[in-house]
């Protein structure tokens, strides 16, 4: 696995990338913060949204003056995998504490 994991941000932002074909980078930035109910430092922001586009997880697009962003392959197949590896995580938890209640 590669290292976007290892930030929350990175992968939030592919996360919410994930539900939609593209989102403009302003829009971007302002689910992100409502999400976390905290305000982003716009450079550390785009620099987030930058790593991932170099390293092919993302794609931003101009649109006029405005730039879109969206999931590459590589990025969905990320996501995917890491829903599935928090699904096998939380299943057997969940399993767990219904057998102790019954």
């Known amino acids: 696995m590669t290292r976007w994991l290892q930030s929350g941000r990175r992968r939030d932002l592919c996360v919410l990338?994930?539900?939609?074909?593209?989102?403009?980078?302003?829009?971007?930035?302002?689910?992100?913060?409502?999400?976390?109910?905290?305000?982003?430092?716009?450079?550390?922001?785009y620099g987030a949204l930058d790593w991932l586009i170099q390293q092919g997880f993302v794609e931003k697009r101009t649109e006029g003056i405005h730039e879109a962003?969206?999931?590459?392959e590589a990025g969905e197949?990320?996501?995917?995998?890491?829903?599935?590896?928090?699904?096998?995580?939380?299943?057997?938890a969940a399993d767990t504490s219904d057998?102790?209640?019954h």
């Open 17 to 45: 990338l994930y539900e939609t074909d593209q989102l403009r980078g302003q829009s971007l930035k302002t689910r992100l913060e409502d999400h976390y109910d905290a305000h982003f430092d716009s450079k550390s922001f």
């Open 69 to 72: 962003y969206s999931l590459t």
């Open 77 to 92: 197949r990320r996501v995917e995998e890491h829903f599935e590896w928090m699904r096998e995580k939380i299943e057997p």
């Open 99 to 101: 057998d102790a209640q």
